[in-house]
């Protein structure tokens, strides 16, 4: 069944974890979101004792755990239904009128908790209108303690604009904070990966078969086995290596929780897909409890400032000696960008920065800060505006149309390796007219400030490129 755009929304539930079992209750959390009618219900009985069974086990344990705790659990169609009868099961929003999508999906305690408790949407704001497999693991790695409240909802909020790469393979995986080290591509999925650099992946090509699959691994699919688009995700429960059948749990299948099997020697039409072998429908797996903490470290970048042009027609592109995941990027404190994990993800070290990013920044001097999962790091980024210029002159570095210290700094940088200037700002800066820029130009501009009367080349006069 096919996800919306809004399933990488809400699975982008990200990184720490935080355990949510405590001796007297299931749920440390006081402010955990859950509703009454899910209280009354035999699921959420089943839940507390899942989560007291698996209080020793590992968190996919205990995240696998949860979700075969919910099996059974349905969403009611909006035909012919008992809504008080639903409402006593727990199986409806809390106080809220019903309401379905088109193919009449939702209505669950996990997208009322999505809706409620990740996006801070109170009962009678837009429903989400979104098959829930998705959200259903999110659900059940929350409950397993995997995320942190404030994570959750900071990562939410990353993909709750349009991703702008929808469907992709590292959506996906960044929706559940999966290393890269952990998390294992067939074949499949390669044509979803090569708009990247290929070599920050660590298990590429790997045959269906031999996935490491292991309870409480993440297994995604591709029900048409195209692997045009990761479609399904579920939750493995085991898998036969010499039958090669593998169990899973999985979300809003048949508009349930239940527990499926797939042969993946067998070719066959799958809930309404053309027929195909079942290992074609398996695009990656994914595994959490192995992830470590990264050791925290001075990272370095290619130049310690940045130049970009608001007329530029691209962003930036921002390299670091760090081979670990980018979790948020901000300019003077402030977080930007709904798109930059979903493109970073994949280019460890390597970071674009979008256009769209960066325009809204004004003309100036910011901070920009770049956290990893190993460090942070902080750049001077010279935001410009060439398209103001009513006219350009030789010395003028950062295109302010003043001719100052600043921009003997900026060349100083520039000449010493630390700041690479674009075209414009390279010509302007060569006051000399040697064709390189150079301390000798720094010489040059500082004289001018200083107002000497000679040996400042062509500083001040009118750039003629």
């Known amino acids: 069944m096919k996800l919306k755009r809004i399933l990488s929304c809400i699975t982008a539930a990200a990184v720490t974890s935080s355990c949510l079992l405590s001796s007297a209750t299931a749920f440390a959390q006081e402010d955990v979101s859950i509703s009454e009618e899910y209280k009354s219900s035999p699921y959420y009985t089943k839940l507390v004792s899942a989560l007291e069974d698996s209080a020793d086990k590992s968190t996919m344990e205990k995240a696998l755990a949860v979700a075969l705790s919910q099996e059974g659990y349905k969403n009611y169609s909006t035909q012919g239904i008992d809504i008080e009868q639903a409402r006593a099961d727990g199986l409806l929003w809390t106080g809220v009128e019903l309401r379905m999508n088109s193919n009449q999906t939702g209505n669950t305690e996990y997208t009322r908790w999505a809706q409620q408790y990740v996006m801070n949407r109170d009962g009678d704001s837009i429903y989400i209108d979104c ?82 699959y292991k309870p409480g691994g993440v297994v995604f699919f591709s029900w048409d086995g195209s692997g045009e688009y990761f479609d399904h995700v579920a939750i493995v429960v085991d898998y036969d290596k010499e039958s090669h059948v593998l169990t899973y749990t999985n979300g809003n299948s048949d508009g349930q929780v239940i527990t499926r099997q797939i042969n993946l020697d067998r070719e066959e039409s799958f809930r309404g897909q053309a027929f195909t072998k079942n290992s074609n429908r398996v695009m990656a797996y994914g595994e959490y409890d192995e992830i470590r903490p990264h050791e925290q470290r001075d990272i370095h970048t290619e130049y310690t400032d940045l130049m970009w042009d608001k007329g530029g027609s691209s962003g930036l592109l921002v390299k670091t000696d760090s081979d670990s995941k980018i979790v948020s990027v901000s300019v003077d404190g402030e977080y930007i960008g709904s798109n930059i994990e979903n493109n970073m993800i994949l280019l460890e070290g390597k970071l674009a920065i979008g256009k769209s990013e960066l325009t809204s920044l004004p003309v100036g001097q910011h901070t920009l800060q770049l ?62 007219g040697d064709g390189k820029v150079s301390i000798l130009d720094v010489t040059c501009i500082q004289k001018y400030a200083a107002r000497y009367a000679q040996d400042t080349g062509r500083t001040g006069e009118l750039f003629a490129g």
Not at 149 to 154: A, N, P, Q, S, T
């Open 371 to 432: 956290a990893f999962d190993d460090g942070v790091v902080q750049l001077a980024l010279h935001v410009t505006d060439e398209g103001t210029l009513t006219e350009k002159r030789y010395g003028d570095a950062n295109l302010d149309g003043e001719i100052t210290v600043a921009d003997a700094t900026l060349i100083q940088k520039a000449a010493v390796g630390l700041l690479l200037f674009p075209d414009l700002p390279t010509a302007m800066a060569d006051v000399n």
């Open 131 to 212: 098959d829930w497999c998705a959200i259903f693991v999110s659900w059940c790695l929350y409950q397993a303690g995997y995320y942190s409240d404030e994570v959750l909802r900071k990562y939410y909020y990353s993909y709750c604009a349009e991703p702008r790469v929808s469907y992709d393979a590292d959506s996906w995986i960044l929706a559940y904070d999966l290393d890269q080290k952990n998390v294992w591509y067939t074949p499949k999925a390669h044509h979803k990966l090569d708009a990247y650099n290929w070599s920050t992946y660590y298990h590429v090509d790997v045959d269906p078969y031999d996935l490491p």
